[in-house]
Protein backbone atom coordinates (compact mmCIF):
# COMPACT_ATOMS: atom_id res chain seq x y z
CA UNK A 1 0.00 0.00 0.00
CA UNK A 2 1.41 2.61 -1.28
CA UNK A 3 1.08 5.88 1.27
CA UNK A 4 2.25 10.20 0.15
CA UNK A 5 2.62 11.87 3.65
CA UNK A 6 3.12 15.56 3.27
CA UNK A 7 4.18 18.26 5.55
CA UNK A 8 5.72 21.67 6.03
CA UNK A 9 2.57 23.73 5.08
CA UNK A 10 1.53 26.88 6.68
CA UNK A 11 0.58 30.28 7.04
CA UNK A 12 3.16 33.03 5.97
CA UNK A 13 3.35 36.47 5.12
CA UNK A 14 3.86 37.85 1.44
CA UNK A 15 7.05 37.26 0.14
CA UNK A 16 8.12 34.96 2.58
CA UNK A 17 9.00 31.05 1.94
CA UNK A 18 7.72 27.54 3.24
CA UNK A 19 9.37 24.32 2.57
CA UNK A 20 7.13 21.63 1.72
CA UNK A 21 8.03 17.64 1.83
CA UNK A 22 6.23 14.09 0.79
CA UNK A 23 7.71 11.07 2.02
CA UNK A 24 6.54 7.94 -0.14
CA UNK A 25 6.02 4.43 1.70
CA UNK A 26 5.42 1.28 0.51
CA UNK A 27 7.06 1.03 -2.99
CA UNK A 28 10.13 -0.55 -3.52
CA UNK A 29 10.06 0.76 -7.17
CA UNK A 30 11.07 4.52 -7.85
CA UNK A 31 8.35 6.57 -9.33
CA UNK A 32 9.15 8.33 -12.15
CA UNK A 33 7.30 11.22 -11.78
CA UNK A 34 6.53 12.95 -8.41
CA UNK A 35 5.21 16.51 -8.47
CA UNK A 36 2.83 19.25 -6.70
CA UNK A 37 -0.13 20.28 -7.03
CA UNK A 38 -2.60 22.79 -5.10
CA UNK A 39 -6.32 23.16 -5.49
CA UNK A 40 -7.87 27.01 -4.29
CA UNK A 41 -11.13 27.30 -2.40
CA UNK A 42 -13.53 27.20 -5.73
CA UNK A 43 -11.61 26.07 -8.07
CA UNK A 44 -9.99 22.87 -9.83
CA UNK A 45 -6.85 21.12 -8.85
CA UNK A 46 -3.57 22.48 -11.00
CA UNK A 47 -0.19 21.47 -11.48
CA UNK A 48 2.29 22.91 -9.58
CA UNK A 49 5.69 20.98 -10.81
CA UNK A 50 6.67 17.65 -11.58
CA UNK A 51 9.99 16.07 -11.35
CA UNK A 52 10.90 12.48 -13.47
CA UNK A 53 13.20 9.72 -11.85
CA UNK A 54 15.56 11.23 -14.39
CA UNK A 55 15.62 14.73 -12.99
CA UNK A 56 13.41 16.66 -16.50
CA UNK A 57 11.59 19.36 -14.71
CA UNK A 58 8.31 21.05 -15.03
CA UNK A 59 7.11 24.00 -13.79
CA UNK A 60 3.61 26.02 -14.01
CA UNK A 61 4.23 29.17 -15.88
CA UNK A 62 2.66 31.11 -12.38
CA UNK A 63 5.51 29.76 -10.20
CA UNK A 64 8.69 30.10 -12.23
CA UNK A 65 11.20 31.67 -10.87
CA UNK A 66 9.83 31.18 -7.18
CA UNK A 67 8.91 27.75 -6.84
CA UNK A 68 11.73 24.62 -6.97
CA UNK A 69 11.27 20.93 -6.73
CA UNK A 70 14.13 18.40 -6.10
CA UNK A 71 14.17 14.85 -5.41
CA UNK A 72 15.89 11.95 -3.36
CA UNK A 73 14.79 9.15 -5.59
CA UNK A 74 16.45 6.64 -3.36
CA UNK A 75 14.32 8.03 -0.61
CA UNK A 76 10.97 8.50 -2.87
CA UNK A 77 10.78 11.85 -1.60
CA UNK A 78 9.98 15.05 -3.18
CA UNK A 79 10.58 18.54 -1.74
CA UNK A 80 8.66 22.12 -2.75
CA UNK A 81 10.45 25.21 -2.13
CA UNK A 82 8.71 28.44 -2.16
CA UNK A 83 10.04 31.75 -2.17
CA UNK A 84 8.37 35.22 -2.80
CA UNK A 85 4.71 33.83 -1.61
CA UNK A 86 2.05 35.70 -2.95
CA UNK A 87 -1.69 35.53 -1.50
CA UNK A 88 -2.61 33.74 -4.69
CA UNK A 89 -0.65 30.79 -3.76
CA UNK A 90 -3.24 29.94 -1.17
CA UNK A 91 -4.35 26.91 -1.67
CA UNK A 92 -3.89 23.07 -0.42
CA UNK A 93 -0.78 21.51 -1.91
CA UNK A 94 -1.04 18.07 -3.09
CA UNK A 95 2.00 15.53 -3.21
CA UNK A 96 1.31 12.67 -6.47
CA UNK A 97 3.42 10.36 -7.32
CA UNK A 98 3.25 8.37 -10.69
CA UNK A 99 4.64 4.52 -11.86
CA UNK A 100 4.15 3.21 -14.95
CA UNK A 101 4.66 -0.49 -15.30
CA UNK A 102 4.35 -3.03 -18.28
CA UNK A 103 0.47 -3.83 -17.35
CA UNK A 104 -0.76 -0.50 -16.20
CA UNK A 105 -0.08 3.36 -15.00
CA UNK A 106 -0.40 4.05 -10.97
CA UNK A 107 -1.47 6.93 -9.73
CA UNK A 108 -0.82 8.18 -6.01
CA UNK A 109 -1.93 11.11 -4.04
CA UNK A 110 -1.19 12.36 -0.58
CA UNK A 111 -3.63 14.03 2.04
CA UNK A 112 -2.93 17.48 1.02
CA UNK A 113 -1.09 20.20 3.39
CA UNK A 114 -2.56 24.14 3.43
CA UNK A 115 -0.36 26.68 2.18
CA UNK A 116 -2.03 30.21 3.22
CA UNK A 117 -0.41 33.18 2.50
CA UNK A 118 -1.80 36.19 4.17
CA UNK A 119 -0.47 39.62 6.43
Not at 4 to 24: F, K, N, T
Not at 31 to 39: E, H, P, T
Request: net charge positive; hydrophobic share 30%; charged share 20%.
Amino acid sequence: QVQLVESGGGLVQPGGSLRLSCAASGSSFSFNSMGWYRQAPGKERELVTTITSTGRINYADSVKGRFSISRANAKNTVYLQMTSLKPEDTAVYYCNAKLRTLTRDYDYWGQGTQVTVSS
